[in-house]
Every structure is written in C-alpha cells, then in structure tokens.
C-alpha cells in the first residue's frame, strides 16, 4: 500500500502486551515502516521491537492516575499533540490512528476539536477495546464524542463485532467496523506440517489474572487426571502456565492447587514459565502450543478480544475457549470447542488431542478468513 500514517501509542513502555507489536502489525498492513509513532516522555527507546522514528515528547504517563487522569492534563496532552504536529510539519500525514485508545485519548481528541485546533486534513482513526473507555466519560463529552464520530470527523474501530453492535445499541455510536491487528504472529506466518504427537501441550499464556480463569486452570487439571487414572490413552498432555513474578501470592496458590493433584497421574504435567520479554522466544513459546485453553470470564470478555486466538489462528491451533466470549465470528469454522465449566473443558481437550488433524484443517480455513478480514478493514480505514 505504501501510504505512512501517524500512530499514537502512549503505552510503549509496556514489553508486555500488544501496545508494541500492533505497530509492527500496522506496518505489515501498509507496506513499509515509514508510520512516526507518537509517545510518552521517559520511554526507553532502545528496546523497541520495531523500526519506525518515535517522538515520546507527550507528558508522562502515570500508571497509577490511567483513567482517572485530571482534565488539566488531558488539556495539557492535547496541547502537546497540536505542538508536535506543527513543529514536525506532519502536513503531508493524511490520518492518525490510536490503535489501542482509552479514555485519555478520546477525550484529548474530542477536546481539540472543541477548541479548535484539530487540523481538519489528518482524520484521527480511534479503535478500543472496551465500552468502558467510553461509557466512563461524563455525558457532555460522550455527547460531544459521539456526534464528531457520527458527522465522520472521527473514525472509531473495535476489535470485536461484539464491540461495536453494543457501543451502536447502548450509545447511539456508529462503528465504522472492527479491525482485528495481529499480535505477535504475522498473518502470513509460515506453518510447518505437523507431525503425529504423543504429548499434547496445552497453552495457558498471558497475565495470570481470575478474569482469564487463573483458578479454574488446577480444577481442569485435576479432572483430566482423574481421566487418565481411569482410562488408556496413547498420548500426555502438558499443561504450559504463564505466571508472573510480580502476583507471588497468585502464583502461590496457583502451584499449591496445582501440586495436590498430582498424586492422581503423572500422565498430565506442567511447565512453569514467567514473563517472556524477548520476541523471538515468545514466537517459539507460541509455537509449541497445540491446543490454546483460553477459560476466560464470559463478563469482562463479553465484547472484549483475545490476542491469544489471533495468535491461535495464525499458527493454525485448535482453541478451547469460554461459552459466551467474544470473537464468536473467528471461532466457528471447527476450529475451536466452547466450554462453559470444568468437566466440558477437559471433555475439549480430549476430543481435540484425538481428532487433532481435524482441528488442524478447520484451524486453516479460520487462518483464511481472518487474514481477508484483516486486509479489507485495513483497506477501508487507508481510503
């Protein structure tokens, strides 16, 4: 495509997350990596995972206020903006999109344009994840936000179809779709054939947190013990458990839960593994999952998605997730088996880890349709 655009990514210091490889994602979609990306002050620069220049002249971002944020500095940000625009001669930039927005940045650009002081010829693109970073505006600038998104001033985007038919139902907003931006795989990956296994690994990735089903993880563990005390089978399975360092007391009970049912079987084992900074070792990580277990709470991830099963897909996994989440649109081809408590999840990965080829096939035509997704919403948001 070849077109640069602008991207504001206040929260480049997180090497955890997607805040970094969606830039990465964006400059795979357009074609070169020619796209400034807007920043923060106090970033460390030379840990980026990309290549593209990075103008961090924003005021710093407080972890602990994210959300709470005083109008004085959202004001004061979006004076910042305006600044770096005009002394970077960003003229020639047709559009700025905030890939991951929350509160702080649609207020910021509903706030410029209040006053004024927009440029009308860079059309900002905003895409959330959650109806919360709006619903918790106050109702003036909801008012506000809402008709510059519906006069087409601004562009917003969700990552789920979920998303954006509840923000259209619930606030009168009109989306201008969703646009899913890979993770940390490329849509064009490419898979090597897989082999006959006779141990499964099943991936429990990302932040350890009871929202991602931290504690129903040992339950399904035990259960699936009990099976293969009870029953021959002619495979193992190996649970892989991201934990973080940080949640000492989380991982604590996690392993204690974990540890008092091993006695049942040692046909189903776990690996530990803590945070992977590194990309490249967090791709090979990725790869030797075969079936991602993703038990998610059907309440905090009833709109919101998961990048795991953009990640899923694209390595052409099979995917257990949570009866009523999102991304219902990505998960229907047989790629994937919904459960909704602990004995339908290990049922799940049973009936995946002996009809795994099957999975496998279905997981490429899910592969297919979300990389012609991607590419015609990307397309629409470059117009």
């Known amino acids: 495509m070849g077109e640069s655009i602008i991207i504001l990514e206040r929260r480049l210091f997180s090497a955890i997350g997607h805040e970094r490889t969606q830039i990465n994602a964006i400059n795979d979609l357009i074609g070169n990596k020619k796209s400034i990306v807007i920043s923060c002050k106090g970033i460390n620069l030379d840990s980026m995972p ?7 002249e924003l005021p710093r971002l407080n972890l602990k206020e994210e959300g709470e944020e005083s109008t004085e500095y959202i004001h004061k940000s979006g004076n910042a903006l305006i600044k770096i625009l005009e002394e970077h001669n960003f003229k020639q930039f047709k559009k700025i999109i905030i890939p991951s927005a929350r509160r702080l940045e649609i207020e910021l ?7 004024n002081i927009f440029p009308l010829t860079l059309l900002p693109l905003i895409r959330i994840h959650d109806i919360g970073f709006i619903e918790n505006l106050t109702k003036p600038i909801i008012l506000k936000f809402s008709k ?7 562009k917003l985007f969700t990552e789920t179809e979920e998303l954006s038919t509840k923000i ?17 795989i490329h849509y064009n990956f490419k898979i090597q054939p897989e082999k006959k296994k006779k141990n499964i690994n099943i991936g429990c990735l990302g932040g350890p947190r009871r929202s991602k089903g931290i504690f129903t ?7 699936l013990r009990k099976h293969f005390r009870d029953n021959k089978e002619n495979f193992e ?10 949640k000492n007391k989380r991982a604590f009970l996690f392993k204690i839960n974990e540890f008092l049912s091993r006695y049942i079987s040692s046909s189903v084992k776990v690996k530990y593994v803590y945070g992977v900074e590194d990309k490249n070792k967090f791709i090979i990580l990725l790869k030797s999952i075969d079936i991602f277990l993703l038990p998610y ?22 995917i257990i997730n949570r009866k009523g989440t999102s991304m219902k649109d990505l998960v229907s081809f047989e790629n994937a088996i919904a459960a909704e408590n602990v004995s339908e999840y290990s049922s799940a990965i049973l009936k995946i880890s002996k009809n795994y080829k099957y999975y496998i096939k279905n997981s490429k035509v899910a592969k297919k349709y979300l990389k012609n997704k991607i590419i015609k919403s990307f397309n629409a948001i470059l117009k």
């Open 168 to 184: 259209k139902n619930d606030l009168g907003i009109m989306c201008s779709g969703d646009l899913v931006l890979p993770v940390s």
């Open 148 to 154: 510059l998104v519906n006069e087409g001033l601004i």
């Open 217 to 223: 993880i040992p339950k399904i563990i035990k259960e």
């Open 237 to 246: 399975i190996t649970f892989i458990i991201q934990l973080s360092k940080d």
């Open 109 to 115: 650009i509903t706030y410029l344009y209040s006053k």
């Open 50 to 56: 990309f290549d593209n220049k990075v103008i961090s």
């Open 297 to 318: 709470s059907n309440i905090q991830y009833k709109y919101t998605g998961s990048g795991f099963i953009t990640d899923a897909i694209f390595l052409e996994k099979p």
